[in-house]
């Protein structure tokens, strides 16, 4: 069976941008939040716009992770996803953890919870995601017996290719800077989700967020108290936060 690689993190963290840069490669099976069908479509504990199931998808969790784990049989396997989907179900399943390799992609929740109203306005905290992305982290930590990689958007943002290229070597795989470029358009991986991956759709390479939020914190005050919870699950996970090494100075 050919190995697979989990990309875990929370809403607009760019981990889309991360995942197009997979889905250039061309070596890996990309999935993209299959099991946000757990959570938004067969256990349906709450709401959320651009939802485009697809017919005769997989709903169940134990059906996903089948779908993806056969795919193995045929080449290497790349899925992102956020815990909160079924982070009890992950909890119940070591064995599904112990056989890929999870990592982790944090994003500083003072940028990512207003851009996640600013797709999102009716957000709850039940789907703000870092609590249950650190649960899992805590977990799989536990599991192996050591800190998973974590990286975090703002390196991924601000040196895409050192980001990756010490990711990929962090995982074993080689890196493909080529991979970092692409023809702007949609993908089909996005279709169940896709009116949330507009910027990403429009891009040809990985780049910081333009920060053009709908709301502000004076706008939304709620949305601050979002930014207190989930503060101490990122800081929790940054302080295992991959550096890429600075390039050599000439």
């Known amino acids: 069976m050919h190995q697979s690689i989990a990309l875990w993190s929370h809403p607009r963290s760019m981990s889309t941008a991360l995942e197009r840069s997979f889905i250039e490669r061309g070596d890996f099976r990309v999935f993209h939040e299959e099991f946000a069908y757990v959570f938004f479509m067969h256990e349906e504990r709450a709401a959320i716009p651009h939802k485009n199931p697809q017919p005769g998808h997989p709903v169940t969790y134990p059906d996903i992770r089948a779908m993806m784990e056969e795919a193995r049989l045929e080449r290497q396997v790349f899925h992102k996803d956020f815990p909160?989907?079924?982070?009890?179900?992950?909890?119940?399943?070591?064995?599904?953890?112990?056989?890929?390799?999870?990592?982790?992609?944090?994003?500083d929740p003072e940028e990512a919870v207003l851009s996640h109203a600013t797709v999102h306005p009716q957000l709850t905290r039940e789907v703000l995601g870092y609590e249950q992305l650190a649960r899992l982290f805590d977990f799989v930590k536990d599991l192996?017996?050591?800190?998973?990689?974590?990286?975090?958007?703002?390196?991924?943002?601000?040196?895409?290719?050192?980001?990756?290229?010490?990711?990929?070597?962090?995982?074993?795989?080689?890196?493909?800077?080529?991979?970092?470029?692409?023809?702007?358009g949609e993908r089909p991986e996005w279709s169940t989700w896709s009116g949330w991956h507009t910027d990403?759709?429009?891009?040809?390479?990985?780049?910081?967020?333009?920060?053009?939020?709908?709301?502000?914190?004076?706008?939304?005050?709620?949305?601050?108290d979002f930014v207190r919870h989930c503060r101490p699950y990122y800081d929790h996970l940054d302080?295992?936060?991959?550096?890429?090494?600075?390039e050599a100075a000439t």
């Not at 709908?214 to 706008?219: E, T």
């Open 84 to 107: 909160y989907h079924c982070i009890d179900h992950l909890l119940n399943d070591p064995e599904y953890l112990l056989g890929q390799v999870n990592t982790f992609l944090i994003r």
């Open 144 to 184: 192996t017996g050591r800190p998973p990689l974590v990286i975090n958007a703002a390196d991924l943002a601000a040196s895409p290719e050192r980001t990756i290229s010490a990711y990929c070597e962090a995982v074993g795989i080689p890196f493909m800077p080529e991979a970092l470029r692409w023809p702007a």
């Open 200 to 224: 990403v759709a429009a891009s040809s390479g990985i780049r910081a967020p333009r920060r053009r939020y709908r709301f502000g914190y004076d706008d939304m005050p709620h949305l601050r």
């Open 239 to 246: 302080q295992y936060r991959l550096t890429p090494a600075k």
